[in-house]
Protein backbone atom coordinates (compact mmCIF):
# COMPACT_ATOMS: atom_id res chain seq x y z
CA UNK A 1 0.00 0.00 0.00
CA UNK A 2 1.43 3.30 -0.92
CA UNK A 3 1.83 6.87 1.18
CA UNK A 4 -1.10 7.82 -0.70
CA UNK A 5 -3.43 5.29 -0.11
CA UNK A 6 -2.44 4.91 3.60
CA UNK A 7 -3.48 8.42 4.21
CA UNK A 8 -6.70 7.53 2.46
CA UNK A 9 -7.03 4.23 4.65
CA UNK A 10 -6.63 6.85 7.73
CA UNK A 11 -9.05 9.44 6.94
CA UNK A 12 -11.24 7.01 5.97
CA UNK A 13 -10.70 5.21 9.66
CA UNK A 14 -11.65 8.23 11.09
CA UNK A 15 -14.55 9.69 9.50
CA UNK A 16 -18.05 7.93 11.12
CA UNK A 17 -20.20 5.68 8.49
CA UNK A 18 -23.87 6.47 9.08
CA UNK A 19 -25.57 5.09 11.62
CA UNK A 20 -28.79 2.91 11.17
CA UNK A 21 -30.79 4.38 13.63
CA UNK A 22 -30.53 7.43 10.66
CA UNK A 23 -31.97 5.06 8.42
CA UNK A 24 -35.39 4.05 7.54
CA UNK A 25 -36.32 2.00 4.93
CA UNK A 26 -35.63 -1.83 4.77
CA UNK A 27 -33.77 -1.79 1.51
CA UNK A 28 -31.36 1.70 2.99
CA UNK A 29 -30.85 -0.25 6.42
CA UNK A 30 -30.49 -3.72 4.42
CA UNK A 31 -27.54 -1.89 2.35
CA UNK A 32 -26.18 -0.21 5.40
CA UNK A 33 -25.97 -2.88 7.76
CA UNK A 34 -24.13 -5.33 4.70
CA UNK A 35 -21.61 -2.05 3.56
CA UNK A 36 -20.66 -0.92 7.37
CA UNK A 37 -19.77 -4.80 7.87
CA UNK A 38 -17.90 -5.25 4.91
CA UNK A 39 -16.22 -2.06 5.41
CA UNK A 40 -15.06 -3.44 8.74
CA UNK A 41 -13.61 -6.72 7.87
CA UNK A 42 -11.70 -5.07 5.28
CA UNK A 43 -10.20 -2.62 7.95
CA UNK A 44 -9.40 -5.30 10.17
CA UNK A 45 -8.00 -7.77 7.65
CA UNK A 46 -5.80 -4.40 7.07
CA UNK A 47 -4.04 -4.74 9.87
CA UNK A 48 -2.92 -8.50 9.65
CA UNK A 49 0.89 -9.11 10.07
CA UNK A 50 3.20 -12.19 10.12
CA UNK A 51 2.55 -11.93 13.58
CA UNK A 52 -0.69 -10.90 14.80
CA UNK A 53 -3.07 -13.43 12.92
CA UNK A 54 -4.56 -14.47 16.58
CA UNK A 55 -5.91 -11.25 16.91
CA UNK A 56 -6.68 -10.28 13.87
CA UNK A 57 -9.06 -13.64 13.96
CA UNK A 58 -10.86 -12.43 17.28
CA UNK A 59 -11.15 -9.16 16.09
CA UNK A 60 -13.35 -10.11 13.10
CA UNK A 61 -15.40 -12.32 15.25
CA UNK A 62 -15.93 -9.49 17.72
CA UNK A 63 -16.84 -7.61 14.91
CA UNK A 64 -19.17 -9.74 13.30
CA UNK A 65 -20.94 -10.74 16.84
CA UNK A 66 -21.26 -6.38 17.47
CA UNK A 67 -22.50 -6.01 14.42
CA UNK A 68 -25.30 -8.35 14.75
CA UNK A 69 -26.12 -7.18 18.08
CA UNK A 70 -26.70 -3.29 15.99
CA UNK A 71 -28.77 -5.71 13.31
CA UNK A 72 -30.68 -6.76 15.58
CA UNK A 73 -31.37 -3.48 17.08
CA UNK A 74 -32.46 -2.12 13.74
CA UNK A 75 -34.68 -5.21 12.81
CA UNK A 76 -36.48 -4.32 15.87
CA UNK A 77 -36.95 -0.62 15.07
CA UNK A 78 -38.48 -2.00 11.65
CA UNK A 79 -40.72 -4.81 12.86
CA UNK A 80 -41.27 -3.68 16.43
CA UNK A 81 -44.01 -6.33 17.06
CA UNK A 82 -41.24 -9.14 16.27
CA UNK A 83 -40.17 -9.27 19.68
CA UNK A 84 -42.62 -10.51 21.47
CA UNK A 85 -43.78 -13.20 19.15
CA UNK A 86 -40.32 -15.04 20.19
CA UNK A 87 -40.31 -18.24 21.94
CA UNK A 88 -36.30 -18.00 22.80
CA UNK A 89 -36.17 -17.58 26.64
CA UNK A 90 -33.22 -18.12 29.07
CA UNK A 91 -32.14 -21.48 29.59
CA UNK A 92 -34.23 -22.81 27.10
CA UNK A 93 -31.46 -24.81 25.20
CA UNK A 94 -33.67 -27.28 22.83
CA UNK A 95 -31.38 -25.85 19.85
CA UNK A 96 -28.24 -27.03 21.88
CA UNK A 97 -29.07 -30.31 21.18
CA UNK A 98 -28.59 -30.42 18.17
CA UNK A 99 -24.90 -30.52 16.15
CA UNK A 100 -24.16 -27.34 15.88
CA UNK A 101 -22.41 -25.92 11.99
CA UNK A 102 -21.09 -22.62 12.49
CA UNK A 103 -18.44 -20.37 10.91
CA UNK A 104 -14.78 -20.71 11.71
CA UNK A 105 -14.84 -16.84 13.40
CA UNK A 106 -18.05 -18.07 15.50
CA UNK A 107 -15.43 -21.16 16.50
CA UNK A 108 -12.55 -18.47 17.36
CA UNK A 109 -14.80 -16.40 19.37
CA UNK A 110 -15.50 -19.15 21.55
CA UNK A 111 -12.02 -20.90 21.51
CA UNK A 112 -10.15 -17.40 22.20
CA UNK A 113 -12.90 -17.26 25.61
CA UNK A 114 -11.79 -20.94 27.32
CA UNK A 115 -9.91 -21.31 30.05
CA UNK A 116 -9.44 -24.87 29.39
CA UNK A 117 -8.66 -26.08 25.87
CA UNK A 118 -11.12 -28.15 24.44
CA UNK A 119 -9.35 -31.56 24.11
CA UNK A 120 -10.89 -33.66 21.35
CA UNK A 121 -9.81 -36.15 18.52
CA UNK A 122 -11.62 -37.01 15.90
CA UNK A 123 -12.09 -40.77 15.00
CA UNK A 124 -13.67 -40.79 11.81
CA UNK A 125 -14.74 -38.93 8.69
CA UNK A 126 -17.46 -41.20 8.14
CA UNK A 127 -20.34 -39.06 7.39
CA UNK A 128 -23.71 -40.67 9.41
CA UNK A 129 -20.75 -41.04 12.69
CA UNK A 130 -19.94 -37.45 11.68
CA UNK A 131 -23.64 -36.25 12.11
CA UNK A 132 -23.75 -37.78 15.96
CA UNK A 133 -20.16 -36.01 17.33
CA UNK A 134 -21.17 -33.01 19.19
CA UNK A 135 -24.68 -33.50 20.66
CA UNK A 136 -25.37 -32.06 23.05
CA UNK A 137 -23.18 -28.77 21.44
CA UNK A 138 -20.05 -29.57 24.36
CA UNK A 139 -20.79 -26.42 25.52
CA UNK A 140 -23.88 -27.23 26.84
CA UNK A 141 -23.69 -26.23 30.95
CA UNK A 142 -25.53 -28.73 33.30
CA UNK A 143 -28.09 -26.10 34.45
CA UNK A 144 -28.82 -26.06 30.04
CA UNK A 145 -27.67 -22.76 30.33
CA UNK A 146 -24.87 -21.41 27.82
CA UNK A 147 -21.26 -21.80 29.41
CA UNK A 148 -19.65 -19.43 26.25
CA UNK A 149 -22.95 -16.79 26.26
CA UNK A 150 -21.02 -13.75 25.68
CA UNK A 151 -18.97 -15.56 23.07
CA UNK A 152 -21.72 -17.80 21.56
CA UNK A 153 -21.96 -18.32 17.46
CA UNK A 154 -24.12 -15.98 15.77
CA UNK A 155 -26.87 -18.82 15.20
CA UNK A 156 -27.27 -19.33 18.59
CA UNK A 157 -27.73 -15.11 19.12
CA UNK A 158 -29.95 -15.24 16.23
CA UNK A 159 -32.46 -18.03 16.51
CA UNK A 160 -35.61 -16.47 16.81
CA UNK A 161 -38.06 -19.57 17.27
CA UNK A 162 -41.74 -18.61 16.82
CA UNK A 163 -42.51 -21.59 18.58
CA UNK A 164 -40.80 -23.38 21.46
CA UNK A 165 -42.96 -26.69 21.56
CA UNK A 166 -42.09 -27.04 17.61
CA UNK A 167 -38.30 -26.97 18.82
CA UNK A 168 -38.83 -29.39 21.26
CA UNK A 169 -40.53 -32.03 19.29
CA UNK A 170 -38.20 -31.98 16.18
CA UNK A 171 -35.38 -32.63 18.64
CA UNK A 172 -37.16 -35.32 20.09
CA UNK A 173 -38.44 -36.60 17.37
CA UNK A 174 -34.65 -36.88 15.32
CA UNK A 175 -36.75 -36.40 12.39
CA UNK A 176 -34.37 -36.18 9.14
CA UNK A 177 -35.27 -32.71 7.57
CA UNK A 178 -36.00 -30.83 10.98
CA UNK A 179 -36.63 -27.60 10.93
CA UNK A 180 -36.80 -24.90 14.00
CA UNK A 181 -39.80 -22.89 13.23
CA UNK A 182 -38.29 -19.16 13.03
CA UNK A 183 -38.84 -15.76 12.23
CA UNK A 184 -37.38 -15.61 8.47
CA UNK A 185 -37.42 -11.51 8.34
CA UNK A 186 -36.12 -10.66 11.90
CA UNK A 187 -33.46 -13.93 11.70
CA UNK A 188 -32.02 -12.47 8.26
CA UNK A 189 -30.77 -9.60 9.72
CA UNK A 190 -27.65 -10.70 11.77
CA UNK A 191 -27.31 -13.02 8.43
CA UNK A 192 -26.83 -10.15 6.69
CA UNK A 193 -23.31 -9.47 8.98
CA UNK A 194 -22.30 -12.75 8.23
CA UNK A 195 -22.91 -12.75 4.96
CA UNK A 196 -20.58 -9.35 4.59
CA UNK A 197 -17.56 -10.64 6.27
CA UNK A 198 -17.83 -13.86 4.18
CA UNK A 199 -18.17 -11.94 1.10
CA UNK A 200 -14.40 -10.54 1.99
CA UNK A 201 -13.21 -14.16 2.20
CA UNK A 202 -14.57 -15.11 -0.59
CA UNK A 203 -12.84 -12.35 -2.82
CA UNK A 204 -9.50 -13.07 -0.48
CA UNK A 205 -9.97 -16.73 -1.16
CA UNK A 206 -10.14 -16.94 2.98
CA UNK A 207 -11.86 -20.47 4.18
CA UNK A 208 -15.50 -19.68 4.69
CA UNK A 209 -17.26 -23.01 4.60
CA UNK A 210 -19.45 -24.03 7.64
CA UNK A 211 -17.37 -26.17 10.40
CA UNK A 212 -18.63 -28.33 13.62
CA UNK A 213 -18.33 -25.94 16.45
CA UNK A 214 -16.59 -28.83 18.87
CA UNK A 215 -14.34 -29.66 16.23
CA UNK A 216 -13.09 -26.26 14.74
CA UNK A 217 -12.87 -25.19 18.85
CA UNK A 218 -10.59 -28.84 19.66
CA UNK A 219 -8.47 -27.63 16.40
CA UNK A 220 -8.47 -24.39 17.40
CA UNK A 221 -7.32 -24.99 21.04
CA UNK A 222 -4.05 -27.26 19.81
CA UNK A 223 -2.71 -24.06 18.90
CA UNK A 224 -4.56 -21.04 18.21
CA UNK A 225 -1.84 -18.54 16.60
CA UNK A 226 -0.46 -21.19 14.33
CA UNK A 227 -4.11 -22.44 13.03
CA UNK A 228 -5.41 -18.37 12.83
CA UNK A 229 -2.24 -17.80 10.20
CA UNK A 230 -2.58 -20.58 8.64
CA UNK A 231 -6.63 -19.90 8.26
CA UNK A 232 -6.26 -16.09 7.58
CA UNK A 233 -3.27 -16.94 5.11
CA UNK A 234 -5.85 -18.81 2.66
CA UNK A 235 -4.69 -22.36 3.84
CA UNK A 236 -7.02 -25.12 4.98
CA UNK A 237 -6.30 -25.72 8.44
CA UNK A 238 -10.38 -25.90 8.94
CA UNK A 239 -10.49 -28.85 6.42
CA UNK A 240 -11.42 -31.79 9.05
CA UNK A 241 -13.85 -29.45 10.54
CA UNK A 242 -15.97 -29.48 7.85
CA UNK A 243 -19.03 -31.13 7.32
CA UNK A 244 -19.52 -31.35 3.50
S1 LIG B 1 -22.80 -22.30 22.10
FE1 LIG B 1 -24.19 -22.05 23.85
S2 LIG B 1 -26.16 -21.31 22.98
FE2 LIG B 1 -24.92 -22.15 21.30
S3 LIG B 1 -25.59 -24.31 21.08
FE3 LIG B 1 -23.77 -24.29 22.46
S4 LIG B 1 -24.63 -24.16 24.53
FE4 LIG B 1 -26.27 -23.58 23.11
Redesign the pocket.
Known sequence: MNRAMKKRLKRLLRSSPPAISRVNTLQETVDTIYSQQYRRTLEILDSLAHDNAGTVAKALAHSVHAACAEAQMAATRLYPEVPVQLNCRASC?W??YEQ?QVHILDAVG?AASLSAPLDYQLETRNGNELKKIFRP?P??GADTR????KH??LV?RAYHSIDVTECQRVVESQEAARQVPMNIRYYGFPGLVQEATLKVFEELTIDRRPVV?GLAVATLSRDFDRITAHWLAGGDAFEETTVS
Request: net charge positive; glycine share 0%; proline share 6%.
Open positions: ACCLVCFLCTVYRPCL
